[in-house]
């Protein structure tokens, strides 16, 4: 594909971008308790800017910690925040970048439960997103008043560390969005009530950055045009808006959909598919004039195609950036086939912060917010490295030890590289885990590893002895189950079931396991194979061991697939009819199955590594799966680290 069409520059009022790249406002939890930016944060930022992006906007900053209740991404109040501010301005200037701090005067409702102490601010006494017991604290006027001065010191602040731009976070549902949506806003003073009210405290946020910061300094606002949930903005409603914004000042429109009603979209997950919320453009294009910016599940293919239609002038990439911080370089330098793709997993992006307060990273680049401490050097002493299995693990470890520029060797018992990525790559949603195979195989052949295809290592290949490092990948199998009938010529194992389709006979299919592993089996089966699917699941839902963002998403495609699901329920027997399974009352059905599909999780395939491991133990490292069994970010993380340490 030719993708010059996003190497055209463009301005957003007087500010000039040298292309239509830009990275999605997200935040990396990594600031200090004081408020300031880390170091890490800088580093992080700035490779982004070397990788050729044409803007950034950096996750949102606060104007207070009280209103704040979200993530550690900075506050705006004081000064002192200003030198570490133009540090990661001017680190991105140095590449040509443009880069914009998106202010935001709190979460609202939207307030992580695990953030706060009393009860979120709101517009209204509208419940807590986390905790619909808890009612919300309404602002008064006074507060008001109070925030847009806020506003005004922050974008002074903003303006002051040298910022190009300056991005209002009204999205999601946030303490903005929440004053503007009539289903939050139940406010009966001049703040509530109309469509022009409830879009003053929006209106006064635009003119109290444009009082502080002048004409020079351009002001986006992000919105969500469609809530996608019932009672929710509609995209329909939402065009009065983004006209009352541009007659308001607003430079550009940062546009997509979803809230936290609907919060798959706002961390979009594969099942949502490729560019899922450019629906948004077109119409929006028809009522504004100002620069629009779309974000959502982009590829490169699909960024051209948007820029092309003229519906948008920017394309946003987010975790496509957290990545392969060079997208950008690597497409206007036509090497496409060099971009790491966003496997879209969620795990250790928005994952880390939420579910362990972490800060950012990444399940297939373990440099994110680590660029310098993980930096990958030219080893002095090269050495001969012989990697076993050609998993996810396998093939990090080897790419990362070629690029320090030792000879590596990868091993590989079947004829493809992947392992159980591979597998779990056939369903079309899932396809950025193919297209993440298949850039492992670009870039071992790029940095010459031997690999060898169709190949079991035993203890005694002469390869071992030679080694200096030895790399174990071997990998994890199924769980095997002790059921009546299991071994039936109508049995498969979920892995077996995704790389042999041909041997899914009928169509009636049970699938006996509810994990993530299942679930996305039965989705690839009912959805692009026409099957009738049944899962049966002991515990009381289904996908227990799946991020509860991806799950939202999991769910509303079984339902809108038609799949039938049995929780709390054993599969006690299979047989030639199908499946018998125990409910927690203790009575028993039978479910008709022409196919039944075992997904009972799986375990490490460690034999071999043991055993290489006992005789070369001085030289051995066992990694990925068959260390301990977990997910593609585990996997590849353990890799890396293997890769790095040599």
Partial sequence: MNYKSLFTPFKIGTMEVKNRIVMSPMGTNSARIDGTIAEDEIAYFEERAKGGTGMIIMGCQFLNPDLAQGSLEGVLQNTYVIPQLTTVVEACHRWGAKICCQISCGTGRNAFPNMYGEAPFSSSDTPSTYNPNMKCRPLSKEQIKDIMKQFKNSAKIAKD????????????????????????????????????????????????????????IPVIFRIALDHLFEGGRTLEESMEIIKILEAAGVDALDIDAGCYERIDYIFPTAYLGDACMEYVCEEARKHVNIPIMNSGNHTPETAVRLIESGNADFVMFGRQLIADPETANKLMNEHAEDVRPCIRCNEECVGRIITRLSKISCAVNVQVCEEARFKIEEAKSKKNVVVVGGGPAGLEAARVAALEGHKVILFEKEGVVGGQLSAAATPKFKDQLKKLVK????????????????????????????????????????????????????????????????????????ICGGGLSGCDSALELALEEGKKVTIVEMAEGIAKDVMYINLTSILVKIKEAGINVFTSSKVSEINEQGVVIEKADGTKENIAADTVITAFGMKKDSDLADKIREKYYNKTRIVGDSEKVGKVATAVRSGFYAGLSL
């Fill in 161 to 216: 560390a040298g910022y190009d731009s300056i991005e209002v976070h009204a999205h999601a549902g946030y303490l903005v969005d929440q004053f503007m949506s009539s289903i939050w806003n139940t406010r009966t003073d001049e703040y509530g009530g109309s469509l022009e009210n409830r879009m003053r405290f929006a209106c006064e946020i635009v003119e109290s950055i444009k009082s502080a910061v002048g004409k020079d």
């Fill in 439 to 510: 850039w492992y195989q670009v870039q071992l052949e790029k940095l010459g590893v031997d690999v060898r295809l169709n190949t079991a290592v035993d203890m005694n290949n002469p390869a071992l002895e030679e080694a200096d490092n030895i790399i174990v990948a071997t990998g994890a199998k199924p769980i095997e189950v002790n059921i009546k009938g299991i071994d039936g010529s109508n049995v498969l194992n979920v892995i077996d079931a995704h790389k042999h389709k041909e041997r899914i006979k009928g169509d009636h299919v049970v």
